[in-house]
């Protein structure tokens, strides 16, 4: 997707610039329209220049004429070998955001072999272009496309560490817990059951002076603490408008289906016209 500058140089080999003097004619340099190059197109202006060069061999000045051409890649090549099959693989890698944890190789090797696979395309089609020393906007897209799937790669690690500490928690929290809570609360049992990170201890319960018809539910410290937050909300919640539970993973992968997309496409969106109006 570069532009490449290059000259012609037209002077006399015996001659030096006493005898013969090199001049452009008015029409100058005109192109062959049936002139065509596989991977170039010789794009305008030309540029004509008269000089007069210094030969350290010859001992002398030479006239010299120096014509400029300019070649400008052809991008319909690359956009039918490169930009779309590499733009379809990273779509494919949104799809793991709709299969659940329950299918981990297969979510696994879905990102895996688009990662290799944009490696494998990109290697090959390095080896195709000459090697230059500066950043090639085709180098620029296959940074933006591997990037995009790593950051879907990486969103599974992350997804997959929630789930392990969701399900953690989950099986630590006793399943007697609620049932001693009910019959605190009606009275059957004489011992208040506190939750603090998973563990449930008892204490005895003593009665102090209070309104007629109340009693309060003390422990031996004195008065009541605040219950700790629980671990578990950090991965999980309860929506207080529906009271459904939400778990964090689950919600990372929904916003995901929608982020990521987003993403790529305002990353097309400023990679194309900034290279148009550049090659302009």
Request: hydrophobic share 45%.
């Amino acid at each position: 997707m570069d532009i490449q500058v290059c000259p012609i140089y037209i002077e006399s080999f015996s001659s030096n610039n006493q005898k013969v003097k090199l001049r452009w004619s008015d029409s100058g340099v005109t192109l062959n329209p049936e002139l065509k190059l596989l991977q170039y197109n010789l794009g305008q202006p030309l540029e004509l220049e008269e000089s007069d060069g210094y030969m350290p061999e010859k001992v002398g000045n030479f006239s010299r004429l120096t014509v400029y051409f300019r070649f400008e890649r052809q991008i319909g090549h690359h956009l039918i070998q490169t930009f779309a099959p590499s733009s379809l693989v990273v779509m494919l890698s949104w799809f793991s955001f709709w299969l659940g944890l329950d299918a981990i190789p297969g979510r696994v090797t879905l990102l895996v072999t688009c990662m290799l696979t944009l490696v494998t395309m990109f290697t090959g089609l390095r080896a195709d272009i000459p090697p230059v020393a500066y950043v090639k906007a085709l180098d620029l897209w296959m940074a933006g496309c591997m990037v995009s799937v790593f950051a879907a790669l990486a969103e599974f690690v992350v997804v997959k560490v929630l789930d392990v500490q969701y399900q953690y928690q989950v099986n630590k929290i006793p399943k007697v817990l609620p049932m001693r809570i009910s019959n605190m609360e009606k009275g059957q049992c004489a011992t208040v059951a506190s939750w603090e990170g998973g563990a449930v201890r008892s204490r005895k319960a003593t009665q102090t002076p209070t309104t007629p018809g109340q009693t309060s539910l003390q422990g031996n410290g004195g008065p009541p603490k605040p219950a700790r937050r629980q671990s578990l909300l950090s991965v999980a919640w309860t929506d207080t408008d529906t009271g459904v539970e939400k778990i964090m993973w689950r919600e990372i992968d929904k916003v995901s289906r929608a982020v990521f997309p987003i993403l790529f496409f305002v990353f097309v969106l400023l990679y194309w016209p900034i290279l148009l109006m550049k090659s302009s």
